[in-house]
């Protein structure tokens, strides 16, 4: 199944490290400056929403913990189970990676920052004042793109597969602040 992620919003991929005196949050892009996705992190979100998803259909406990094993396994489960669901990154097309190499050349740097934006934050004390030395930079991926990846499945987990992506509405860090509102579509459909 091919997917395509819209972000409607600004989204932060973090990739866990800074740039001191730029950047105290930064993104995860691949060696030539293209953010992307983690398949893993995108399979912890999707197994959330899983679960969450059979917990409103009101579904047995052990039935729920049986189905999240067989379509996700467990962290460091190599079990090639032919059920278990196959997770890609999500990145941009190839086709706009090709065409910002053909305009930019291969400069990783350019083509973070033209991807994406730098915002800023600060702690409010009570009476609304910012409060002094909390001052924090992110870098967030710019809202408008279109990321894809694909979930390899098997026709009879189809379904739930979709059902549990229309559930998905953030991704990325601060999700509780805004960030990373997407959409999810099927491919070829």
Not at 15 to 42: H, M, R
Not at 46 to 57: G, V
Not at 65 to 89: I, Y
Not at 146 to 173: P, W, Y
Request: charged fraction near 30%; aromatic fraction near 8%; proline fraction near 2%.
């Amino acid at each position: 199944m091919n997917v395509k992620m819209l972000l409607v919003s600004d989204a932060i991929f973090g990739n866990g490290t800074s740039i001191p005196g730029e950047e105290d949050v930064s993104i995860l892009c691949d060696d030539q400056g293209f953010p992307y996705y983690k398949a893993g992190t995108w399979k912890g979100l999707f197994r959330e929403q899983l679960e969450r998803l059979l917990q409103w259909k009101s579904v047995p406990e052990d039935e729920i913990s049986a189905t999240l094993q067989a379509l996700l396994g467990e962290s460091g489960d190599e079990n090639n189970d032919a059920r278990k669901l196959r997770f890609s990154d999500l990145a941009l097309s190839d086709c706009v990676k090709s065409a910002v190499l053909d305009q930019t050349g291969d400069d990783p740097e350019m083509i973070r920052r033209i991807f994406s934006n730098m915002r800023t934050f600060t702690k409010l004390t009570e009476e609304g004042l910012a409060k002094e030395h909390t001052l924090r930079v992110a870098r967030c991926v710019n809202k408008g793109l279109a990321f894809h990846g694909s979930i390899l499945c098997l026709d009879q987990d189809r379904n739930l597969v979709t059902e549990t992506l229309s559930m998905m509405k953030f991704i990325g860090t601060m999700r509780n602040r805004g960030f990373g509102k997407v959409e999810f579509s099927e491919e070829g459909k």
